[in-house]
């Protein structure tokens, strides 16, 4: 402690006594204009996926009290909202179905007339340029909420791909344009990737979610999917948030198994993660801007505690900043249009 107390000190005065400093960084501060000019990171509104819930069974949309701005949508208002979303030059939005029945095997999530596959189709014909991806999971649709089948309390990894693969292909046969497996079983990207080859999908790209974590930062997701386990907790299959060097091997597997993007989830909290992807990774990496840290955020500037626009702004130039090729985000239209009309 002396020691640097005295090296600070006389580095204090020496410098009150020498020449003023050559290297001035704030010279390129001094203006809005050359702070433009030299900003390294430049979000746009091409930079997003919005995700959107889709419910069946609902005549109206029903808000999500703790995501301000997101509800379940009805089909009719989820491509109303696709048009406004195209509108403001967002590429694309993710889809999430909450289906009016759930049952041992999530058998919704890979029916014909599904939820999710009737609001692709119904988006897809209205606004056929916009990207609509899927998220390829069971537990929206299963009884007890987990992302696979069951047996004595355990997700059983194998008998699950076949499951997940069906849902995949039946995303694509709607005309999904991307479908994107959020579950975290073993073995899924190549179990879906043949599925998809195997029904005249050779073309649809799959979008890993490769590093996911068992976080705590999807709880206002899980309400709004209603997708919350109904015992346990997902720790068995999500990944733990201590580790950093699993998250490459998942990486590293899904890209052997033929993975087009991978994804980083959560954002945040998992901005080192997102960097070291990027990294190593040769397809473009996306990251989940999560719904707990939207949450925090939303909550926060309600009560005046933070200014929200800035903080916003702030999140997800650093997600981008931490190597981000796109940003799945609930606050893509509100960012969009501050991007755009400032
Ligand atoms: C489905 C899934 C989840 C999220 C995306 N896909 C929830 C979970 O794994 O429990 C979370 C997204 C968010 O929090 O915004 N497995």
């Given amino acids: 402690m002396d020691t640097l107390h005295t090296a600070l000190g006389a580095r204090g005065s020496s410098a009150a006594t020498s020449t003023p400093p050559l290297v001035r960084p704030r010279r390129l501060r001094r203006s809005a204009t050359l702070r433009s000019l030299v900003r390294e990171t430049v979000l746009t509104p091409h930079d997003f996926i919005e995700p959107l819930f889709v419910a069946d069974g609902i005549s109206e949309r029903i808000p999500v009290p703790s995501m301000p701005g997101v509800a379940q949508l009805t089909i009719a208002d989820a491509v109303a909202e696709a048009r406004e979303i195209a509108s403001l030059h967002i590429p694309g939005i993710i889809l999430f179905g909450i289906p009016d029945a759930k049952d ?111 976080s705590s930062f999807y709880g206002p997701f899980r309400k709004a999917a209603e997708s919350a386990p109904q015992f346990g907790d997902r720790r068995g299959y999500q990944m733990d948030p201590a580790n950093a060097r699993e998250a490459l091997h998942e990486v590293e597997l899904d890209l052997e198994e033929g993975a087009d993007m991978v994804m980083v989830k959560p954002a945040l909290a998992f901005l080192d993660i997102l960097w070291r992807v990027k990294q190593m990774s040769p397809v ?59």
């Avoid at 650093?318 to 606050?331: E, N, T």
């Fill in 104 to 214: 041992e095997t999530g058998t919704g999530a890979y029916a014909a007339d599904g939820i999710v596959q009737r609001a692709v189709r119904a988006i897809k014909d209205a606004v056929p340029d916009l990207i609509v991806m899927t998220d390829v999971c069971l537990c929206e649709y299963t009884s007890h909420g987990h992302c696979g089948v069951i047996s004595n309390g355990e997700v059983l990894n194998d008998p699950t791909l076949e499951l997940l693969s069906q849902t995949a292909v039946s995303h694509a046969d709607a005309g999904a344009d991307v479908v994107a497996p959020s579950d975290m079983m073993d073995g899924r990207v190549a179990a879906i990737r043949t599925a998809l080859d195997g029904h005249g999908h050779a073309s649809t790209p799959i979008l890993s979610y490769a590093a996911k974590y068992a």
């Fill in 284 to 342: 473009p990496v996306g990251a989940y801007n999560v719904s707990g840290e939207f949450a925090m955020v939303k909550a926060a500037a309600e009560r005046d505690w933070i200014d929200g626009r800035a903080v916003m702004l702030e999140i997800l130039h650093s997600i981008k900043r931490a190597g981000a090729d796109f940003i799945l985000s609930y606050h893509a239209r509100e960012a969009s249009r501050i991007l755009t009309w400032g």
